[in-house]
């Protein structure tokens, strides 16, 4: 059960009736629990289906208070504003599929304030981002129209 402020009253919702991003947040409370307490724990996609400012301020709040490692891996590139770039990593996969991990601040000189990392990395300056190639839906609706014999 979790207990929330609704219409002026403290109720209790039932834990598989809340959002998919509060039950997201409360799922990471023993790894945050476990990094506070010195150790390590890896969170993946940690900001998936939560709202941007909540991940902003959570992380704002929590990493002072750590005292052991927090890894996320994280699409949102909104972070890269405030994360410091020694603890930004990004990977990199060539063409030939082979796969590196680089800090920001080893792949170009950054001074906070200066430069603006969110928007030089998606500019392609720090490798990692991901390119969409052309999408034809016609054939591609072509293509299954055949596969199912000519029925569309």
Known sequence: MVEKTIAGAVRRIPFEDESAGTRKLLGMLPALLTCSTGGTALIDEFDSGIHDKIIHDMLEEIIPELRGQLILTTHNTLLLDTAEPEHVYVIRIDPDGFKEI???????????????????????????????????????????????????
């Open 102 to 152: 680089r800090t920001f601040d080893s792949i170009a000189p950054t001074r906070k304030g200066h430069h603006n990392n969110r928007q030089r990395y998606l500019q392609g300056l720090f490798d990692g981002i991901p390119f969409i190639r052309m999408i034809d839906l016609e054939s591609i609706a072509e293509d299954l129209s055949e596969d199912l014999g000519g029925k569309s």
